[in-house]
Nanobody, 123 residues
């Protein structure tokens, strides 16, 4: 089985920073794209940032210049550095990864999600 475990959420004030981490573990053959999503109360889950295995990144416009996604392939871990946080960044943040498990033949990619971590930004 594959697991994604997130950490680093919390309560901060406007303008402060947080760093989220997400470690993948288990029966991993390879990891392709990793990403962070978020879901605020009453809203749909939205993509925040993605990073390919080669390090190419994409961000939603609302976080460009404030958030940085990175990954450590040796540790199967993806990070989200969030600076200059705003109240509108308040949400549950979810880690996502496209992973090929050793339980399946070859490179059979599947989508995996973490359990989510709460980020609350007070004004």
């Amino acid at each position: 089985q594959v697991q994604l475990v997130e950490s680093g959420g919390g309560l901060v004030q406007t303008g402060e920073s947080l760093r989220l981490s997400c470690a993948a573990s288990g029966t991993i053959r390879a990891i392709n794209t990793m990403a962070w999503y978020r879901q605020a109360p009453g809203r749909q889950r939205e993509l925040v940032a993605t990073i390919t295995s080669g390090g190419r990144t994409v961000y939603v416009d609302s976080v460009k210049g404030r958030f940085t996604i990175s990954r450590d392939n040796a540790k199967n871990t993806v990070y989200l550095q969030m600076n200059s946080l705003k109240p509108e960044d308040t949400a549950v943040y979810y880690c996502n990864a496209v992973i090929a498990s050793t339980l399946r033949p070859g490179l059979s990619w599947a989508n995996y999600w973490g359990q989510g971590t709460q980020v609350t930004v007070s004004s």
